[in-house]
């Protein structure tokens, strides 16, 4: 018999997203595609020999409880750009902690641009996000990923909650760059100190890992001067670190950073401000 509590227990949101090309005829081509759940995936039609990849929440967001799972297999020689429909946003969670991992495996000669939309928090909510890249040695990566703390034009604030950031990337079996990021309960407290984000709610990372790297840090430093942050590059990566009053002002900047690091490149049409 089915107990009460079991029968009760709300509905949680679970998806899983699965890309791989290949490179034919000059072009970068679909391999394997599968999708599961509330994960979909959309490639709309580019005009060189690209590949984007749109990838969709059916759920509309994510709270305590939801896992969201993505992977890209970009093969040899092939270019995929992957971003998303919308923002993801993340709701209050009355129990558990939103998962949301992606997997990217980039092949020799190959480039992934990994260029998801902000992530909102909102009060309380609660998110557990892993990204873990492994690189051939002749492959090109950029990783943009941007949280808001709130939608400030709402008058929305996070006061509470939880959001952990894991990152591992990995060139030729060896781990280049590993980060975690953790605000936890006092969020605004925390958020407040000049060392963590000196009171701005609007916050992103960027990094592109390939041979440009020294090449990018002379243009992207004049694109971000007065801004909080900064851009350092060493050891085959470069590494963007941003901060702002609000997700307009972190969107102005980060779209003419993403295009240099895209050596020209526009940022996908979803971004369109």
């Known amino acids: 018999m089915t107990s009460v ?32 759940g509330a994960a979909k995936i959309r490639l ?56 949301v991992t992606t997997s990217i495996k980039v092949g020799a000669q190959a480039r992934v641009d990994w260029l998801p939309q902000e992530t909102i928090l909102f009060d309380r909510s609660a998110l557990f996000r892993r990204l873990d890249v492994d690189l051939d040695k002749s492959a090109e990566f950029l990783a943009v990923e ?18 952990r ?30 060392a963590v984000l000196g009171g701005q709610v609007a916050f992103a990372t960027l990094l592109y890992a390939g041979p440009l790297a020294e090449a990018y840090l002379g243009r992207v430093r004049p694109l971000i001067e007065g801004m909080m942050g900064g851009a350092s590059a060493w050891s085959g990566k470069l590494v963007v670190r941003l901060a702002a009053a609000d997700g307009f002002t972190l969107r102005k900047i980060l779209i003419p ?9 526009p940022v996908p049409k979803v971004w369109n401000l």
């Open 146 to 163: 941007a949280v808001l703390l709130g939608r400030k034009a709402m008058g929305e604030a996070v006061v509470s909650g939880l959001f």
């Open 257 to 265: 950073v993403i295009s240099v690091l895209r050596n020209g490149a």
């Open 44 to 99: 709309p039609d580019t005009f060189d020999a690209s590949m984007e990849a749109v990838i969709i929440n059916t759920s509309g967001g994510l709270t305590g409880g939801d896992r969201m799972e993505w992977s890209v297999d970009a093969g040899a020689g092939t270019k995929i750009d992957v971003t998303t429909q919308a923002c993801e946003k993340i709701y209050k969670a009355s129990a558990g902690t939103a998962e």
């Open 165 to 194: 950031d894991r990152w591992r990337i990995r060139r030729s079996g060896r781990l280049i760059h590993a980060e975690e990021l953790r605000l936890s309960e006092g969020v605004a407290a925390l958020a407040a100190r000049q």
């Open 5 to 36: 509590a079991a029968s009760t227990r709300p509905q949680r949101a679970e998806g899983r997203g699965h890309l791989a090309a290949k490179l034919f005829a000059g072009r970068t081509r679909i391999r394997e595609l599968y999708q599961e």
